[in-house]
Each structure stands twice: as structure tokens, then as C-alpha cells.
């Protein structure tokens, strides 16, 4: 694999992860902060919103996995996925302190 395959992977892991919290938020009819609240990333955004936001991160980051061929085969891949996810989960958790509810 090329060295644009890895970034595709590890970007892929970071919309997957930022899917997460929008989406759950959006489907229990929760405001939460998207970059389309006022002000941006501070302010509360409609459920719908966080859908949609959610939605098309989740197709951004199918898009990532298919063109950083993340398969089951190339743990390299799988890691630098999984690196992705880590990296978002740890940047949300610290945006997002004491920011919701």
C-alpha cells in the first residue's frame, strides 16, 4: 500500500469516530454542538442537524475505508484505523467536557 492509503485510514477513523456522539445525540432528540450551532462548535444544534452531521460523516468515512483498502488482511491498515478512532475519541472527550448538559 501507498502512504495516501494510510492517511485515507486514519482519516477514515476520525469521521467514524465523530459519527458517534452526533448521531446518538441527534436519534435521542438531544441538542449538541456541530459546526453548524451558533457559535460554531459551541452552541447547541438541532437533533436533525446532528443526524445529518452524523449521516455524512459515516458516508465520509465509508469513503475513506474503501479508498485506504482497510480490510481484515492489512493489520497496518486496521491499526492506523483504529488510531483514527483514538485520536477523535480523545479530542471529543476533551472538547466536550462539561460543554453538554
Known amino acids: 500500500m501507498k502512504w495516501y492509503h494510510y492517511l485515507a485510514c486514519f482519516f ?5 469516530a ?3 456522539p452526533h448521531y446518538v445525540h441527534g436519534i435521542s432528540g438531544d441538542g ?3 459546526p453548524f450551532s451558533n457559535p460554531p462548535g459551541k452552541g447547541l444544534s438541532s437533533p436533525t442537524v446532528n443526524v445529518l452531521w ?3 460523516n ?3 468515512g465509508y469513503i475513506l475505508v474503501r479508498v485506504g483498502k482497510v480490510t481484515q488482511n492489512n493489520t497496518w491498515s486496521l ?3 483504529f488510531v483514527g478512532v483514538v485520536c477523535m475519541s480523545i479530542m471529543l472527550s476533551i472538547a466536550f467536557i462539561d460543554k453538554v448538559h
Open 79 to 81: 491499526l492506523t484505523l
Open 58 to 60: 459515516l458516508l465520509a
Open 32 to 34: 449538541f454542538p456541530s
Open 54 to 56: 452524523a449521516l455524512g
Open 12 to 16: 477514515a477513523g476520525l469521521f467514524l
Open 18 to 20: 465523530n459519527a458517534v
